[in-house]
């Protein structure tokens, strides 16, 4: 328990919420800037790099870590990173809702595998451009595979073998610098 | 670099991930279920939390942090914790054009609070429901403030006053809670 008049940190870098803390309080408040963004973090370098950080605290020895992000251009990129979360909350029918509001339902699907090989981090990015759909095509692949349609290709992730899904997709472009890095090493 | 031959730990619990990496790596690779969801924690709760235990590792004393959830309800509460994403990479605008393509634009705005006070550490979360705007309304405020209106409001966040902003407000219900706990402690 604080001391009476002890000063209560608010560890924010919202001067918006710091003013309205400060109202709703009654107190005296000291605003801290503390890093605390990594427990969000906004890109997918920087998620991967520091789930590659938590896996080495448990695990030893060569370890790779896998994220992904599937972006809409119309949105900024959103919800890239967190497009595990929409799945999650609204699955597949819910990413062609919103991509329904859009009129350019062009995305991105980025893959980062960030490598640590007992010495050092590498981090590999691949990326595949296309669109998404407003009704699933295809049965195979999983998570969001069906309702994206890739750049010049005719088939979606879920209606190709994984075969073709491989040679064109975010994750097999990763995978591909990774397997180049690695050469015979493992 | 690791010996030739030693296994390679990929720190994923998908198995849909696990069976493309091998494909793509064509070596053997062992899963490992680390966990490394705190990083991109689901719930507002768990963020929150986290958010605490890492600023108190740089303040000492007591203190505060807080964070946010916008989530709408046909979307199962997405974007949630990831609001901020959303007006960083597309705005309110953003926001609108998602809710444009729901028939029911219900959300819900969430404050949590996580305050350690030098001994143990308590949570406040509050809740004020309402919907997405498809227009903004009013200049005050900051955020989300002028596209989201309360239940039973007329008014917009942005077109209230702080005082009628703090009584019905996120963050004002969650303060209100703490402010109660606190007691004339601060």
């Given amino acids: 328990m604080p001391k009476r008049g002890a000063t209560l940190r608010f560890a924010t870098s919202n001067k918006h919420k710091v003013e309205e803390a400060r109202r709703l309080l009654g107190v005296a408040l000291e605003p801290v800037d503390v890093s605390t963004d990594e427990i969000q973090a906004a890109?997918?370098?920087?998620?991967?790099?520091?789930?590659?950080?938590r896996a080495r605290a448990s695990v030893d020895g060569p370890l790779l870590v896998e994220d992904v992000a599937l972006g809409l251009d119309a949105l900024g990129g959103f919800p890239g990173p967190y497009i595990r979360w929409l799945l999650e909350s609204a699955g597949g029918a819910g990413l062609a809702t919103i991509a329904s509001a859009l009129r350019d339902r062009s995305a991105r699907a980025r893959c980062a595998l960030a490598y640590w090989d007992g010495s050092v981090v590498s981090l590999f990015v691949g990326e595949t451009p296309g669109e998404i759909l407003l009704e699933p095509r295809g049965t195979a692949g999983f998570g969001w595979d069906a309702w994206f349609l890739p750049r010049g290709a005719s088939a979606t992730y879920a209606e190709m073998s994984s075969d073709d899904k491989d040679r064109i997709s975010h994750r097999g472009r990763a995978f591909e610098l990774l397997r180049r890095e690695l050469g015979d090493r493992v």
Avoid at 46 to 53: D, P, Q, S
């Fill in 43 to 53: 890109t997918l370098e920087e998620i991967v790099h520091a789930k590659l950080e």
